[in-house]
């Protein structure tokens, strides 16, 4: 299974980016696809998952209202859309992938393949 995370940058504070992971060697529709960031001295935290099958979400706190989560079927691709960034959410993003459970999963420990991490710098 291989994660390929993309579409990371720098970006101004209150401007947008859109990461994509492409996913090879695993069926998606068994799978949850999530999204973690890690920032420096800081633990890696859950931001956003989808459940490929259902498209049931599940949304950080932190990142409501702001943040969305999309799939390509045909891709095999899944996009995090994210508007309105502030600097807070300056990190490597990393994407995983882990399997169907009754709730959609929010601890790193769930998942079982990870992507190679993609930078976000948000200045103010």
């Known amino acids: 299974v291989q994660l390929q995370a993309s579409g990371g ?5 209150g401007g947008s980016l859109r990461l994509a ?4 060697g695993r069926t998606l529709s068994s799978s ?3 999204w973690f960031r890690q920032a420096p001295g800081k633990e890696r935290e859950f931001v956003i998952a989808i459940r490929w099958n259902t498209g049931s979400t599940r949304y950080a706190d932190a990142v409501k209202g702001r943040f969305t989560i999309s799939r390509d079927n045909a891709k095999n691709t899944v ?5 309105s960034l502030e600097p ?3 990190a490597v ?3 995983a992938a882990g399997p169907i459970r009754a709730v959609v999963p929010t601890s790193p420990r769930e998942y079982d393949y990870w992507g190679q991490g993609t930078q976000v710098t948000v200045s103010s």
């Open 9 to 13: 940058g720098l970006v101004q504070a």
């Open 21 to 24: 992971c492409a996913t090879s």
């Open 32 to 34: 949850t696809m999530g």
């Open 79 to 83: 996009y995090l859309q994210m508007n």
């Open 88 to 90: 807070e959410d300056t």
């Open 93 to 95: 993003y990393y994407c």
